[in-house]
């Protein structure tokens, strides 16, 4: 029975609080928010009363359960129509009107011409010519050889990477590609195998000649040598009874990959060393 007078509670609630809203407004505008709160707490004060007067002790009938349900949503309807009230908003008063102060336009430097005297010892920057060449580069020996001397009778690993100097609107860009093979073989001392070591890389060269300056009067490039590919290795001459881990048949591969910096001065024979040695060709 409780849960039903509940149920009927909220629907009457929800259900009339539109109407509450509709009669609630006019009746807030033409006599004022307090007149509904005066009402509804007279109201409620009646039906408490009036609800709880049981002069024969007996037990609430279904009758005045209903009357009550009906008084608190006229008390909620009451209260809706006040939230519903409309209160006209106060207008501030405007501000006098002033007239702006039009500000000083603001003063213009004037650049003041400087003369420049040209020393007869100074050079103006100019941009060099463009061409191409190329990039020779030496790989030594002891690099791969646990810093043992390189035998006599092998020489460097050699390699060459052209490259053309293009126009790209003012810039002077440096572009070429190349391949890098070497294969080194050492046999250790005191050891009785042979170890080799085999260079697989493909090289790109990107970078930007830049102009002339004092101090570098043939100009300078800002180059980059991109490296890729495989290091492989393999042993030889090893002993039947050891395992070999990379032999011959099935070497070991190790992928490789490097951005080298060389900033060479754009002149003939310009070198950088890495460990590896890169010498600049002018053609």
Same mark, same amino acid.
């Given at each position: 029975?409780?849960?039903?007078?509940?149920?009927?509670?909220?629907?009457?609630?929800?259900?009339?609080?539109?109407?509450?809203?509709?009669?609630?407004?006019?009746?807030?505008?033409?006599?004022?928010?307090?007149?509904?709160?005066?009402?509804?707490?007279?109201?409620?004060?009646?039906?408490?009363?009036?609800?709880?007067?049981?002069?024969?002790?007996?037990?609430?009938?279904?009758?005045?359960?209903?009357?009550?349900?009906?008084?608190?949503?006229? *008390?909620? /309807?009451?209260?809706? &129509?006040?939230?519903?009230?409309?209160?006209? +908003?106060? =207008? #501030?008063?405007? !501000?006098?009107?002033?007239?702006?102060?039009?500000?000083?336009?603001?003063?213009?430097?004037?650049?003041?011409?400087?003369?420049?005297?040209?020393?007869?010892?100074?050079?103006?920057?100019?941009?060099?010519?463009?061409?191409?060449?190329?990039?020779?580069?030496?790989?030594?020996?002891?690099?791969?050889?646990?810093?043992?001397?390189?035998?006599?009778?092998?020489?460097?690993?050699?390699?060459?990477?052209?490259?053309?100097?293009?126009?790209?609107?003012?810039?002077?860009?440096?572009?070429?590609?190349?391949?890098?093979?070497?294969?080194?073989?050492?046999?250790?001392?005191?050891?009785?195998?042979?170890?080799? *070591?085999? /260079?697989?890389?493909? &090289?790109?060269?990107?970078?930007?000649?830049? +102009?002339? =300056? #004092?101090?570098? !009067?043939?100009?300078?490039?800002?180059?980059?040598?991109?490296?890729?590919?495989?290091?492989?290795?393999?042993?030889?001459?090893?002993?039947?009874?050891?395992?070999?881990?990379?032999?011959?048949?099935?070497?070991?591969?190790?992928?490789?990959?490097?951005?080298?910096?060389?900033?060479?001065?754009?002149?003939?024979?310009?070198?950088?060393?890495?460990?590896?040695?890169?010498?600049?060709?002018?053609?």
């Amino acid at each position: 029975m409780q849960g039903r007078v509940f149920t009927l509670i909220m629907s009457l609630s929800n259900g009339l609080t539109p109407l509450g809203l509709a009669i609630g407004g006019p009746v807030s505008d033409a006599l004022g928010v307090r007149f509904w709160f005066g009402l509804a707490g007279a109201v409620s004060v009646a039906l408490s009363r009036l609800i709880s007067s049981d002069e024969r002790g007996k037990v609430i009938s279904n009758g005045r359960i209903l009357l009550q349900t009906f008084g608190f949503t006229l *008390v909620l /309807l009451l209260l809706s &129509g006040c939230g519903g009230a409309h209160v006209e +908003p106060t =207008t #501030p008063p405007e !501000p006098p009107a002033t007239t702006p102060t039009p500000l000083p336009p603001l003063a213009t430097a004037t650049p003041t011409p400087t003369a420049m005297a040209l020393h007869s010892d100074e050079q103006t920057p100019t941009p060099p010519e463009p061409g191409g060449g190329e990039v020779e580069i030496r790989i030594p020996f002891d690099i791969f050889s646990e810093g043992e001397a390189p035998p006599a009778d092998v020489p460097e690993c050699v390699n060459t990477i052209p490259f053309r100097i293009t126009m790209d609107g003012a810039r002077s860009m440096m572009e070429g590609e190349g391949r890098i093979d070497c294969q080194f073989v050492d046999t250790p001392q005191g050891v009785p195998i042979t170890y080799n *070591v085999i /260079l697989e890389f493909d &090289g790109v060269l990107n970078g930007e000649l830049l +102009p002339a =300056t #004092p101090d570098k !009067p043939s100009g300078w490039v800002d180059a980059y040598l991109t490296v890729d590919g495989t290091i492989v290795q393999y042993y030889t001459d090893y002993p039947p009874e050891a395992t070999n881990p990379c032999p011959e048949s099935n070497p070991c591969r190790t992928p490789t990959s490097d951005v080298i910096p060389l900033p060479f001065d754009y002149q003939e024979g310009s070198r950088v060393t890495t460990p590896w040695v890169f010498i600049l060709h002018l053609r």
